[in-house]
């Protein structure tokens, strides 16, 4: 199954492929300003998570949980958010929405990897969409720690 939507025609839209399920398939995110970001995206075209089957759902659930297990192992986030907001695909003429989900950790502390120092000034606010691009080498390191911390 090849996902179809806005971000698929830019590679690398998603970020890093992490793992894949039968209907999901998990990417650390381009940009880490909340450290352990990550995209997950359906592998099939739908547009509303109405249309999601009781599988997909499944998977998720489960996807949600050992991601959340992964992250608090490895950087012990405060809270996770999770979104789906599918706007910007209507800011086209033409919209065709993909139900694809944000994992953001958030932190009350101070996080320090490879190197780099982690702040979430907007802690306990909605998380800003400014980008933050790590180095290659951080973020092969960090897309290593997740996939060994999950349990897939």
């Not at 759902?57 to 490895?74: H, M, P, Q, R, S």
């Not at 691009?133 to 973020?139: G, L, Q, S, Y």
Request: some cysteine; glycine content about 6%.
């Amino acid at each position: 199954m090849k996902i179809k939507c806005e971000y698929c025609k830019i590679p690398g839209a998603y970020g890093n492929l992490i793992y894949e399920t039968e209907y999901w398939q998990i990417y650390l995110a381009p940009s880490q300003r909340y450290l352990g970001t990550c995209v997950i995206a359906l592998k099939r075209h739908c547009g509303n998570l109405g249309k999601l089957n009781v599988e997909e759902w499944d998977d998720f659930i489960e996807i949600l949980g050992k991601l959340e297990t992964a992250l608090n192992k490895v950087f012990s986030p405060t809270l996770f958010n999770w979104s789906c907001f599918m706007n910007s695909t209507f800011r086209t003429a033409s919209p065709e929405p993909e139900v694809h989900w944000h994992f953001i950790p958030r932190y009350a502390h101070k996080v320090e990897f490879e190197g780099l120092t982690f702040e979430d000034p907007d802690f306990g606010y909605i998380p800003q969409p400014i980008e933050r691009k790590i180095p290659e080498n951080a973020m092969n390191k960090l897309l290593n720690e997740i996939k060994r911390n999950l349990k897939l």
